[in-house]
């Protein structure tokens, strides 16, 4: 099956503790994007990279971290200086930057 | 703010009915445009795009009509289903500011609730 899978489902750390969001696609897409969606809101772009070893801040960037070291991973790592890490993550793909987007079913953090 | 917006955050209707969803946009320069549905607790999923070079397209049981006169978008679903129940969410290719390159901008969505 083609896809895009992220891991763990549910994820759940102390506060001041830094983790990492997993996120492996074999669509052979170069794109590939991170968003963060909270209760009743849009997606909103943290990271974002077009190509391998290289990647773009997005609109909330601060507080995480991304490597693009492989066309097929994008990994997310949630800082302890993200003050609201909190939420739901999605991770994307896509054939050329922009274009239709396919999702994956999505890393939901609890922080406490 | 968000520079794609719906008018109406929940949309409730009856099993067998039409459904309009409605979304704004205000960008001009985009120049593609995406549907995507959202079951609670999963990924979004495509469901239709369409280009700016077009008024309508039309999928199984979606058409989305595109007005760039007034910068507007919306997905008409025939024949709603219980199973069309989630919330629907529009997108815009649209180019950040001050870059060439181009990047999706989300609208915060639109529950549509079918009752039975």
């Known amino acids: 099956d083609g896809g895009i899978t992220q891991s763990p489902k549910y994820l759940f750390r102390k506060e001041g503790q830094n983790v990492t969001l997993s996120c492996e696609q074999n669509l052979n897409h170069d794109a590939m994007y991170w968003y963060r969606q909270d209760p009743g809101q849009g997606l909103r772009l943290i990271y974002y990279?077009?190509?391998?070893?290289?990647?773009q801040k997005g609109d909330i960037a601060e507080g995480y971290s991304v490597s693009r070291e492989k066309k097929e991973s994008f990994p997310l790592t949630v800082t302890s200086a993200q003050k609201n890490p909190t939420a739901f993550y999605l991770c994307?793909?896509?054939?050329?930057?922009?274009?239709?987007?396919?999702f994956g079913p999505g890393t939901r953090l609890t922080v406490t | 703010g968000e520079s794609v917006g719906l008018h109406l955050p929940t949309l409730s209707v009856q099993e067998g009915d039409n459904s309009i969803i409605n979304c704004a946009y205000s960008n001009s320069a985009s120049d593609y445009f995406i549907w995507y549905k959202q079951e609670s607790g999963k990924g979004p999923q495509f469901i239709i795009d369409?280009?700016?070079?077009?008024d309508k397209r039309q999928g199984q049981r979606v058409t989305v009509l595109l007005n760039k006169t007034v910068k507007h978008l919306s997905l008409q679903i025939a024949a709603t289903q219980p199973g069309d129940s989630a919330v629907y969410f529009c997108a815009e290719n649209t180019p950040p500011d001050g870059g060439s390159n181009y990047k999706l901008t989300f609208g915060k969505g639109t529950l549509l609730t079918v009752n039975p």
């Open positions: 369409i280009r700016s070079n077009m």
């Open positions: 990279s077009q190509i391998v070893n290289d990647f």
């Open positions: 994307a793909s896509s054939i050329y930057p922009a274009y239709e987007q396919y």
